[in-house]
């Protein structure tokens, strides 16, 4: 299995990076970071050099080789098409679309609504002001966290993780979604599931290295 080569372009509390993270650790691939500050100097994803690697102007990118692949979905995918073992998504058909709908929920129905540049069109284009894009923060992930909860706690198929006894795509989509309820400050309570699971997936090494704060970019007093 190759180990060498990938460049993952990051930002440090960036959820859909964080998930990148999280694949790249459990399939136990090397990576160099290569920080693009969201915020610094208006945005570093807006530059020239960097919307050449992706037009899009988010993170992640992953280039592997001369190839670049973007969304974080589509890298995990391919991580998991590339280097097949261990295995993000099932060997079944039934369970990869079960592991698929609830990493969409995440990033598909909540996260896209809830990410940096859309607070910052809010407050830019609407006069939100903090209290009221927490607010909207809190909303969308408990949306996205009252359906998971559901799907999660009444079906078989969930074990210690997401979808059975092995971390994988799921969990690492819950998990840095989770971290930002935790930042906006979301009643958990609601979602002992999700708790029980954000606990299990916190206690693996490939979690911890992917968390924000161990991130070489992460400020020294990371904000809450």
């Known amino acids: 299995m190759t180990t060498m080569g990938f460049v993952l372009y990051d930002y440090w509390r960036s959820s859909a990076a964080y998930r990148v993270r999280i694949a790249l650790n459990l399939k136990g691939l090397s990576y160099a970071s290569r920080p693009v500050h969201l ?12 919307q050449a690697i992706n037009p899009s102007q988010l993170v992640p990118s992953l280039l592997d080789g001369e190839r670049v692949v973007t969304q974080s979905l589509a890298i995990m995918e391919y991580l998991d098409e590339t280097h097949p073992e261990p295995a993000l998504l099932p060997a079944d ?24 540049r859309v607070l910052q069109y809010l407050q830019s284009t609407f006069n939100a002001d903090e209290l009221q894009r927490a607010d909207w923060s809190r909303h969308w992930i408990a949306v996205s966290f009252t359906a998971l909860e559901t799907m999660l706690a009444n079906n078989a198929a969930t074990g210690r993780y997401c979808h059975g006894d092995v971390p994988g795509m799921a969990d690492a989509c819950l998990v840095p979604q989770f971290y930002n309820a935790l930042r906006w400050k979301l009643s958990l309570e609601p979602y002992p599931t999700l708790q029980r699971i954000y606990d299990e997936c916190s206690a693996l090494e490939a979690f911890r290295r992917a968390a924000p704060e161990a991130q070489p970019d992460a400020p020294a007093a990371a904000p809450a």
Do not use: C, F, K, W
Request: hydrophobic letters at 35%.
């Open 39 to 50: 915020v610094r100097d208006g945005g570093e994803q807006h530059s020239a050099d960097y």
């Open 93 to 116: 058909a039934r369970g990869r679309a079960r592991v698929r709908a609830l990493a969409m929920t995440v990033s598909s129905d909540a996260h896209p609504i809830g990410n940096l």
